[in-house]
C-alpha cells in the first residue's frame, strides 16, 4: 500500500503519486495520515486520484472529519495504545453515522504505535511501545483480534528512521489469524523483504514516495523485492 497526504503532497501532487505508484506495482492506495483535512479537500483528493489511478482508495484517518464517498473503503480504526479516548473511540462515534450513511465498506482496524512513533505518536498521544518488546505487542494485537478487529496495522511513525524489528512482527504473526499490515521505516528492498519475511502481509510506504523525485524509480525495486 502507498499512503498519501494531501495535507503534504497537495491535491494534483497526491494524484501523481497514485500514478506512479500504479505503475511501480503498488495495490491499493491508502488515503490520509493527517489530522488537517476538510471534507471537501477528502472529495477533492479522491476524485482527484482516481482519475490518474485505478487502484482502490482507502481512507486512513487522522480524525472523524476525514471522510469521503468518493473512496472504494475506510480503516475505521482504533489507536490501541494511545492515553487519550479521542483517539481510542470518539473519533469513530462522530464519524460513525456518515460513515453508515455512505454505504463504503468500513474496515474494523487496530492501530498500533511503537517506538519512535514520530509525529503520529505525539498527535496520537500513544504509549509507545519498543521497537522489540515482543510480548507487549502480542498482547494488543490479540486483544483486537479478540475485539473483532479484521487488521492489525503496526507503525513505527511515517518518516521512522527505522521499521519495527521483524522479530517483533514474527511473534505477533504466530498467535493471530487476521492479516498484519507494518508501515513505517520501510526505504528499501532489504527492509522490506526482512518485514515481509516475518511474516506481515502487507507493508505500507508513504514518506518515501512524498519525497521522492522519481516516485516510480524509488518504489518499484521496494515493490519488486517482495512480489
Do not use: W
Not at 503520529?120 to 511501545?129: C, D, E, N, S
Not at 517483533?168 to 521505516?185: A, C, D, F, H, N
Amino acid at each position: 500500500m502507498t499512503l498519501i497526504d494531501p495535507a503534504t503532497s497537495g491535491i494534483e501532487g497526491s494524484a501523481k503519486i497514485a500514478h506512479e505508484a500504479e505503475r511501480a506495482g503498488t495495490d491499493f492506495i491508502l488515503l490520509g495520515g493527517s489530522t488537517h483535512l476538510s471534507l471537501k479537500e477528502m472529495d477533492q483528493s479522491a476524485i482527484s486520484i482516481k482519475s490518474k489511478a485505478d487502484l482502490p482508495v482507502i481512507i486512513f484517518p487522522g480524525s472523524s472529519n476525514m471522510f469521503t464517498g468518493h473512496a472504494d473503503a475506510i480503516f475505521f480504526m482504533s489507536l490501541l495504545n494511545s492515553k487519550d479516548r479521542e483517539f481510542i473511540m470518539d473519533h469513530q462515534i462522530k464519524a460513525a453515522r456518515i460513515v453508515k450513511k455512505s454505504g463504503i465498506e468500513s474496515i474494523p482496524m487496530g492501530y498500533i504505535i511503537f517506538e519512535p512513533g514520530m509525529t503520529v505518536g505525539k498527535v496520537g498521544k500513544a504509549m509507545l511501545i519498543g521497537r522489540e518488546d515482543k510480548g507487549l505487542a502480542v498482547d494488543y494485537a490479540i486483544a483486537a483480534e479478540l475485539l473483532g478487529m479484521k487488521l492489525i496495522y503496526m507503525e513505527a511513525g511515517s518518516g521512522s528512521p527505522v521499521p519495527i524489528d521483524e522479530n517483533t512482527v514474527r511473534e505477533v504473526k504466530k498467535y493471530l489469524s487476521i492479516p498484519v499490515i507494518v508501515g513505517g521505516g520501510i526505504r528499501s528492498p532489504s527492509a522490506a523483504t526482512k518485514i515481509c519475511g516475518a511474516g506481515a502481509d502487507i507493508i505500507v510506504t508513504g514518506t518515501i514516495a512524498e519525497q521522492a523525485t522519481d516516485v516510480y524509480a524509488t518504489l518499484k525495486p521496494i515493490i519488486d523485492s517482495i512480489k
